[in-house]
């Protein structure tokens, strides 16, 4: 082979070397499409260069539209795990139950007839009447005395005041109030309002004043209660 050729040969040899250090080498860093990078047809993989740093574009490249795996496509931003929202703590709101006492007097003189256990329709309105405020309390006990004047003997005066403290009993319990809060007993001629013996020749405006008419106050049915004031809804 003569000088010339040897030559020829040499330049072709070196020309490939360059042609091949400078090609671009066909890289499978997406599998997904290529955007504006270089990819190849058959395959879809994007080009890098020689040095395997950078992916080729074409003329209509934008980093919006780069691959993913490329050079100058945005980086990914991994939204951060929403914080727990704490549970709202419940405050409880410490309610303080009201007490309350009470007591009422039901007098005989128009509440019954003399000598009777039965309630007059005058009785019962003065009833009706306690019972609407009792509805406003959670009651805990109703204790219901009754008691005679002087004027007759035991034997008539215990049944007497205790029919006449049970009639008021089923009375309210009819009306609402639970017979487990309620208890009564008669105590006859014992706790008297008016001393006895103040009634003898009592005089009222200069005329004589009967026993019966002044001892009108012992006769009587008395209710003692004991309870919690309701507490409205909020």
Avoid: H
């Avoid at 009777?116 to 009651?139: E, H, M, R, T």
């Avoid at 005066?157 to 009639?167: D, E, I, Y």
């Amino acid at each position: 082979m003569n000088n010339f050729g040897k030559f020829g040969t040499a330049v072709a040899l070196a020309s490939f070397v360059v042609a091949a250090q400078a090609a671009p080498i066909a890289y499978e860093v997406n599998k997904q499409p290529a955007n504006d990078n270089w990819s190849g047809a058959a395959n879809g993989y994007v080009w890098k260069n020689g040095t395997d740093e950078l992916c080729w574009r074409d003329n209509f490249w934008t980093p919006a539209t780069a691959n993913a795996l490329c050079d100058g496509a945005p980086a990914k931003i991994v939204a951060a795990p929403a914080a727990p929202v704490a549970a709202p703590v419940q405050q409880q709101v410490v309610q303080t139950r009201q007490p309350v006492s009470g007591a009422f007097t039901l007098g005989a003189d128009g509440a019954y007839a003399l000598g009777s256990a039965v309630i007059s329709p005058k009785g019962k309105q003065i009833l009706d009447a306690a019972y609407a405020k009792l509805a406003n309390y959670d009651l805990d006990s109703l204790v219901i005395s009754g008691f005679t004047d002087s004027q007759g003997n035991d034997k008539i005066n215990g049944p007497l005041s205790k029919n006449r403290a049970k009639s008021v009993n089923d009375y309210l319990a009819s009306k609402g109030v639970p017979p487990s809060k309620i208890s009564y007993d008669g105590y006859g001629a014992t706790n008297f309002v008016v001393n006895p013996a103040t009634c003898n020749g009592m005089k009222v405006n200069g005329r004589a004043v009967s026993r019966t008419v002044c001892e009108a106050p012992n006769r009587r049915v008395e209710v003692k209660f004991n309870g919690f004031a309701k507490q409205t809804a909020k």
